[in-house]
């Protein structure tokens, strides 16, 4: 570990034109600051209310620009992490006394920037520096509000909100936040566009002492691991600098917080409070315990304050007589936070990989070494690699020459030739007792004495007594094993011996001549847990066996895992519009394309029936006007003829009276077609509004395919990817283009011209740029959103 060191304390006085020169003074060492008070007379004569008081601290900052605030608070602290030094620097302070100015900084203006960026770009121009040194930076932002962490780089497109609430977790390695986002950042301009999104995600407030206060506390982490790129050690460095800021301390009477704005107000005084006593036990030699746990903020902070960490506070006061009591109460923790002592050293680890292959070199040489020593002393046939195939097979064939004794002896030669001797001397007798059993099992069948079934089919067969014994012909060359009952055995005549014999003896006939077993197979049948039945037996019960043995042996197959779909590479060139709508028709848009051309059919068949319908009725309105003409021309007869009505009654005779009935059956018939053709041009007019919806639904599927192919960049695809938030189509296209395009591109060439003084400042424009294209583009779909809601 490193030596013990106290934690650096500054004080920076928020510039005012109402400062208060008569109750703060600084010393000449800029390292002091007096507050003086005039006493209170309404407290009488006697009064013995202190009015002095002076802090000695490490720097005083009154009227100092950003860049002075970074070289005498910041620059050390940075420099040092890249050597495996960790670092954290905190704000402090009464609310609105510029805490957040002295961290951020005004992203407006580049000049005016805080702590923060300054310190990623001081990495970055460090890291162009080292060329030697392969460094990776990675960063996080977290955010803690009401006693609650929240990841402010939670709403970039590929990290989402995560689903479990994030915890602080303790290991041996320190302390982390599970669920944190860390994101691996190559250069300096997207460390800024990380640090603006984060930025423009934190919770801020208004009051009477800021109208833009911070309501959480906000740690912003830099990683950074150090590999050496000329040596090949296995250790590497890491380290990483906390840059803290705080909110605010504020007094309810005087900022007048109300509802939300109250709640949060407490928890930030409370958390506050947690602090100043972890401060308070940290500066107790004689304290054991550390409340860390109080709180979420102290808890995160356990690896800075006291612990393996370069630490330094800047605490930010207010230079107004109305806010004494809080800026004595500010330099009150900043004394405080002197009396903490840290004890810094260099994080260093070990690289697995590359330990392997210093071993692997290592090895390599003590082989070489030993070669050396091997041929100075006549011991060249010696090797220390790994036996091949031929070496191995030469020791197999010594050790089997060994056991028929052939040979006497075996030359020892180095330690893995014995192991090699000894491992062959197992691979012989493994291939003996294989071997063995081969053979008994070609003459017999092997049961296994716990396989009842088995046995009771072999009992059934006649094969075995009731007691499970195997029982066989002692006379002739034919032979059993087991133990025979006593009624069997020679010297006794028994009739159940011909009841044994006569079966076996036949099985032996079938079988013919067999050579006898030799000693050793007995010996091994009669240790072994199966049993030995003769296998010249009918087949029945040695396919019922195999028959088991293939049946339990079967297993299911693997299914196949499911392939993975690639994406087709855009073309250089977009293709045209008629062509690349052929390939949608038959591709992307078949479905749409089926169910169009499904309802054309429909509408085309309607429109036929309706026209057919029409000539139908026409036709029948034809005939129909034939019928009355020639109903007018009987009645004009019957009038030139003298015929006229009887007493009020038509006479009309059979030729007049069916052309009536006729006009009647063609009025039915025109009355029935004209509602068939009524509802004909209704059923018209939905296919037509079908088939304009799918027309028009095609069209547009076409072109959002179109652009998300051809057109749109593949960088502005991430918000309109399938089941995001925003659903491709609602923006124009040009618009999309022009937002990742043309005016970044304008806005790259001005910069050029407009920036030559400071070209160190084109990568921080640009962050802040894409932010707020992004900001503004999320903005406009928001509303396009809520427009279609409506």
Known sequence: MGTRKKVHAFVRVKPTDDFAHEMIRYGDDKRSIDIHLKKDIRRGVVNNQQTDWSFKLDGVLHDASQDLVYETVAKDVVSQALDGYNGTI?????????????????????KHRGILPRALQQVFRMIEERPAHAITVRVSYLEIYNESLFDLLSTLPYVGPSV??????????????????????????????????????????????????????????????????????????????????????????????EGQV??????????????????????????????????????????????????????????????????????????????VTTEPAINEKYDAERMVKNLEKELALLKQELAIHDSLTNRTFVTY????????????????????????????????????VFNQFRVVLSQQEQEVESTLRRKYTLIDRNDFAAISAIQKAGLVDVDGHLVGEPEGQNFGLGVAPFSTKPGKKAKSKKTFKEPLSSLARKEGASSPVNGKDLDYVSTSKTQLVPSSKDGDVKDMLSRDRETSSIEPLPSDSPKEELRPIRPDTPPSKPVAFEEFKNEQGSEINRIFKENKSILNERRKRASETTQHINAIKREI?????????????????GKYENKGLMIIDEEEFLLILKLKDLK????????????????????????????HRLLMEFDIWYNESFVIPEDMQMALKPGGSIRPGMVPVNRIVSLGEDDQDKFSQLQQRVLPEGPDSISFYNAKVKIEQKHNYLKTMMGLQQAHRK
């Open 90 to 110: 905190m704000c402090y302070g009464q609310t609105g006394a510029g805490k957040t100015y002295t961290m951020m900084g005004a992203t407006e203006n580049y």
């Open 164 to 257: 479990t609430p994030m915890t602080i977790v303790e290991n041996p390695q320190g302390v982390f936040i599970k669920g944190l986002s860390v994101h691996l950042t190559s250069q300096e301009e997207d460390a800024f566009s990380l640090l603006f999104e984060g930025e423009t995600n934190r919770i801020i407030a208004s009051h009477t002492m800021n109208k833009n206060s911070s309501r959480s506390h906000c740690i912003f982490t830099i990683y950074l691991e150090a590999h050496s790129r000329t040596l090949s050690e296995e250790k590497y460095i890491t380290s990483k600098i906390n840059l803290v800021d705080l909110a605010g301390s504020e007094r309810l009477g005087k900022s007048g917080s």
């Open 262 to 339: 109250l709640k949060e107000a407490t928890y930030i005084n409370k958390s506050l409070s947690f602090l100043e006593q972890a401060i308070i036990a940290l500066g107790d030699q004689k304290r054991d315990h550390i409340p860390f746990r109080q709180c979420k903020l102290t808890h995160a902070l356990k690896d800075s304050l006291g612990g393996n960490c370069n630490m330094v506070l800047v605490t930010n006061i207010y230079g107004e007589a109305a806010q004494l009591e809080e800026t004595l109460s500010s330099l009150r923790f900043a004394s405080r936070m002197k009396l």
């Open 385 to 420: 690699d790994p036996m091949d195939e031929i070496q191995i097979a030469e020791i197999n064939s010594q050790v089997r020459r060994y056991l028929e004794g052939t040979l006497d002896e075996i030359d020892i030669i180095s330690l893995r030739q014995i192991k090699e």
């Open 625 to 641: 006007d034939v019928t009355k003409e020639a109903l007018n021309f009987q009645k004009s007869l019957w009038e030139k003829q």
């Open 668 to 695: 039915k018939q025109y009355r029935s077609e004209y509602q068939d053709l009524r509802d004909l041009r209704a059923e018209i007019q939905y296919c037509q509004h079908l088939v304009d919806q799918c027309r």
